[in-house]
């Protein structure tokens, strides 16, 4: 099975759940900072207009107390000093054309035209005003019915600066609890998934083919998913043990059936043979008996063919396949096997690089390039053209001044293509499954069904690979990749 690491989730449930934590946790200490802030504020400015209010209505009673039936300026002075011991305020007196005050910084222009109309309508008014630059209560009351018109500020710095103090220490307070709750929705989200990941690593480590993987039981929802869990582990790998144990006998079967027909039908083979010569050497043998003779020696051939393919399946399915890896020029042996054959006529080598080596097996490379050759020839037309070249890789070229040049790559490829029809489409991916066979047209029927099936096990045997592909206007192509040289 393929080795796969455990998939990671583009976006993190655990990261999400923190992040709700955080947001839910800044969410309310957000609702929480603005209604005390609000309702702290509404509450000073209450307060403080109640005081100013309260000290307003004292200080006109005081006005009343103090100013005679007809007041001087003297009066009016003399009361502005009262005024200036009893508080922290600052006082604005109009009397008649006259306009009295406590300090440089009162002026008359601190007098709103709304202000103005509510004193002048007999009431007691109030408004927030800036003086010297600081927000400050104005409050103003006529003292009565026929005396002076009196405006009080109240400066309001201290307690705004106290308001911004308590904002900011609320949302410090915020933040922080943003942050806690993140860290503790993190934390909580690592305990509350931690089973999850481990069923995700069992999970994974069941896909890479261990089935001893268990899950820990318990009796809340996921000590009930994982006692599934090991349950179904345990059900699929009893499966996989049949499947093994019956996948095993069957190999037995065919070996022992294979090796013991081996040698009866290396029998008839012989005793063919010498039937064939003999009715060809009779003049009296009749032609049907010597067609016949023929045919039989022709179909004892093929059933010896596939009990040799039989057990040579038999023998890579036990893994019990010896090689011999040695450093092989696979130009100059192709052309010795297309030679040996007798293939000359229909089958071009073709090597893009002087001095192509591969690391492999003598016998088991000229089992496959002799199956794929004969493949191209039975069921394909000529040319049959057998390309040899060096897959590129990031390993150097090797240049040396005495010797010729050797190219160096990670593997090298050995590829068959005729000039045949092709296989069908959807026969493609199956032709090296074991007993396959396609259309008659280019079908292996003739064959075993095993031929392809061999080749690209030794293929694998020998650390490459054995892949074929239709080319776009002629035939089909078998790839044979194996490891370079070194």
Do not use: C
């Not at 010297?132 to 600066?161: K, N």
């Not at 390309?387 to 070229?397: G, H, L």
């Not at 064959?447 to 293929?459: F, K, P, V, Y």
């Amino acid at each position: 099975m393929t080795d796969r690491a455990v998939p990671r989730a583009p976006r993190s449930l655990r990261r999400r759940i923190a992040l709700l934590f955080a947001a839910a946790v800044a969410l309310t200490a957000l609702a929480l900072t603005f209604s005390a802030y609000f309702i702290t504020r509404s509450a000073q400015e209450n307060d403080a207009v109640d005081k100013a209010v309260a000290q307003t209505r004292f200080n006109l009673f005081l006005a009343d107390s103090m100013l005679p039936a007809d007041p001087a300026a003297a009066n009016y002075n003399r009361l502005l000093d009262a005024y200036a011991i009893r508080g922290d305020f600052s006082a604005l007196m109009i009397a008649g054309a006259d306009t009295y005050v406590s300090g440089p910084q009162v002026t008359a222009d601190l007098i709103t035209p709304e202000l103005a109309a509510k004193v002048d309508e007999g009431r007691i008014g109030y408004q927030m005003v800036t003086m010297a630059g600081e927000p400050t209560l104005a409050v103003g009351g006529r003292a009565r019915q026929d005396g002076p018109t009196l405006y009080f500020f109240y400066p309001q710095g201290h307690r705004l600066a106290q308001l911004t103090q308590l904002r900011n220490v609320l949302i410090a307070v915020g933040v922080i609890l943003a942050v806690l709750g993140a860290l503790a929705g993190y934390w909580v989200a690592g305990g509350l998934l931690r089973p999850v990941s481990t069923a995700s690593k069992a999970a994974a480590a069941m896909a890479r083919g261990d089935l001893d993987v268990r899950l820990p039981e318990g009796t809340d929802e996921f000590g009930v998913l994982g006692s599934s869990f090991n349950r179904m582990a345990e059900n699929l790998q009893a499966k996989m043990l049949d499947l093994e144990s019956g996948r095993a006998r069957e190999r037995r079967f065919v070996a022992d059936v294979a090796h013991e027909l081996r040698t009866p039908v290396s029998a008839l083979v012989g005793e063919a043979s010498l039937l064939r010569n003999r009715t060809q050497a009779d003049a009296a043998a009749s032609p049907e008996i010597t067609r016949l003779s023929v045919l039989l020696e022709r179909d004892i051939g093929r059933l010896r063919q596939l009990v040799d393919d039989l057990l040579e399946i038999s023998r890579l399915d036990a893994s019990a396949v010896e090689t011999v890896i040695e450093p092989i020029d696979l130009v100059q042996f192709v052309g010795h096997l297309v030679r040996a054959h007798g293939w000359s006529d229909a089958v071009q080598v073709t090597g893009r690089e002087a001095n192509i080596l591969a690391e492999t097996d003598k016998r088991l490379i000229e089992r496959i390039i002799v199956n794929l050759v004969q493949n191209a020839l039975h069921h394909g037309a000529p040319p049959v053209v057998v390309e040899i070249r060096s897959v590129p890789d990031s390993v150097p070229v090797v240049f040396d001044a005495d010797k010729e040049e050797q190219i160096e790559a990670a593997f090298v490829q050995v590829a068959v293509s005729d000039n045949g029809p092709g296989v069908p489409a959807e026969h493609l991916p199956h032709i090296f499954d074991r007993f396959y066979k396609a259309d008659p047209s280019r079908s292996f029927a003739r064959g075993s069904g095993l031929g392809l099936a061999i080749a690209r096990e030794n293929a694998r045997l020998l650390g490459g690979d054995l892949v074929a592909e239709n080319l776009p206007d002629r035939g089909v192509r078998f790839i044979f990749t194996l490891p370079a040289a070194g």
